[in-house]
C-alpha cells in the first residue's frame, strides 16, 4: 500500500461526538494500524509536495502541515521500532564484548593461577633447601663445639703432662 492511499480523517465534534483534535487513519480499501500502513512508506528519499517532516518518500493526498506532523509521528513510531532493534544489536555487541572482557580475565586469572602454583612449588623446594641448609649449620656447630671441648681437654691433659714434667725436672 503506498502512501497516497493514506488519508486523515478528521470530523467536528457534532459530526463524531468526540473532540475535533482525536484524529483516525484510514485506507482506501480497509482500516489498517498507522504502523503497517506505514511500514511500507518509509524510505530515505526526501520528501516530494509540501510535507518536508514527513518521512514517507510520498505525499500526503492533501499535504498540509498538520498532516506532516502526524506523520512525523507516526513515522517516530517506525523510528523507535528501528531505535528499538538498534538498542538490541547495541546491547548484542555490548554482551559480545562483555564476553569478550570475561574471557579475557579469566584467561589472565588462569595465566596468574599457573604462575601462582609455579611459584610455590619453587617456594617448597627453596625451603627445604634452607631446611637442610640450616640443620647443616647446627651440625656444623655441634662440631665446633666438639672440637672446642676437645682442644681444651688437650689443652688440660698438656698443661698436667708439663707440670708433672716440670716437677720431675726439679
Known amino acids: 500500500m503506498s502512501c497516497q492511499h493514506l488519508q486523515r480523517d478528521r470530523r467536528t465534534t457534532s459530526q463524531r461526538g468526540r473532540s475535533a483534535s482525536t484524529t483516525r487513519w484510514r485506507s482506501s480499501s480497509t482500516r489498517r494500524s498507522a504502523s503497517r500502513t506505514w511500514s511500507s512508506c518509509l524510505s530515505t528519499e526526501?520528501?516530494?509536495?509540501?510535507?518536508?517532516?514527513?518521512?514517507?518518500?510520498?505525499?500526503?493526498?492533501?499535504?498540509?502541515?498538520?498532516?506532516?506532523?502526524?506523520?512525523?509521528?507516526?513515522?517516530?513510531?517506525?523510528?523507535?521500532?528501528?531505535?528499538?532493534?538498534?538498542?538490541?544489536?547495541?546491547?548484542?555487541?555490548?554482551?559480545?564484548?562483555?564476553?569478550?572482557?570475561?574471557?579475557?580475565?579469566?584467561?589472565?586469572?588462569?595465566?596468574?593461577?599457573?604462575?601462582?602454583?609455579?611459584g610455590g612449588a619453587k617456594l617448597r623446594e627453596l625451603e627445604s633447601n634452607w631446611v637442610s641448609l640450616v640443620s647443616k649449620n647446627y651440625e656444623i656447630e655441634r662440631a665446633i663445639v666438639q672440637l672446642e671441648n676437645e682442644i681444651t681437654q688437650l689443652r688440660q691433659q698438656q698443661g698436667d703432662e708439663n707440670k708433672e714434667n716440670i716437677r720431675q725436672d726439679f
Open 46 to 118: 526526501p520528501t516530494r509536495g509540501n510535507s518536508t517532516t514527513s518521512m514517507c518518500s510520498q505525499p500526503f493526498v492533501t499535504g498540509s502541515k498538520s498532516e506532516c506532523r502526524i506523520g512525523l509521528n507516526a513515522a517516530n513510531g517506525l523510528c523507535l521500532r528501528s531505535s528499538r532493534s538498534n538498542l538490541a544489536f547495541m546491547i548484542e555487541m555490548a554482551q559480545k564484548e562483555l564476553q569478550k572482557f570475561r574471557k579475557q580475565i579469566q584467561d589472565m586469572n588462569w595465566q596468574r593461577k599457573n604462575d601462582q602454583l609455579a
